[in-house]
């Protein structure tokens, strides 16, 4: 069978990915799967025929993100895109359980986090915490900045560990990364489309 090019989502801790229902952290190059399932007997060859065990991801970024969720976060998400091979086990329109893969490409963006919104403007937080006589619960712009800068330089770190290019889903999509990696036109697109939605305003 055929490499398959899948979407998802990591865990960012201590500087490496990991993965979310198990306890795996990927390795740079090539990772093979082996079952972790807990409470049964661990299937002889991974992904096995009646378990969830393999490197999942999923066909599109639309897909991905809707299982990210910014108040699991820290540990940060990463959304990323991975090449399956190997025994693949196919999950109709949904994804993906593959025997081996490997890391291609880590994404910047976040549109699942509080973060990408729009920012309140600082005057109306003066002007609530005047009327208020507290700050706004809301996040000041320049701690979420600041928090994200510091994020940036940890994904820059992650990428260069695991040897892949990193960049924003809008600049992969507008600097062919994304069609040089053997991604359909459709998912560009998609791509290209929730960069836009989540782009933050002003
Ligand atoms: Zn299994």
Known sequence: MEPVLGWRIWNLRG?????????????????????????????RESPGLHCQCGFWA??????????????AEPPWHVMGLVVGWG??????????????????????????????????????????????????????????????????DELEAVAMHYAVPLASLRGAADLGLLSELGVPQAQIDEAARLATEAAPEG
């Open 58 to 71: 999923v066909w599109t970024p639309g897909q991905c993100l809707a299982r990210a969720c910014a108040a």
């Open 87 to 152: 025994t693949v086990a196919l999950h109709g329109r949904e994804g993906f359980r593959a025997e081996r893969a490997a890391l291609r490409c880590l994404f910047t963006d976040r549109p699942w986090s509080a973060s990408s919104m729009p920012r309140t403007p600082s005057r109306l937080a003066g002007w609530w915490r005047r009327t208020v006589g507290r700050p706004p619960a809301i996040e000041p712009a320049e701690r979420t900045l600041a928090r994200d800068a510091g994020h940036l």
């Open 15 to 43: 500087g490496r990915l990991e993965s979310w229902a198990v306890d795996y952290c990927w390795e740079t190059g090539e990772n093979r799967a082996t079952c972790l399932a807990p409470h049964r007997r661990a299937c």
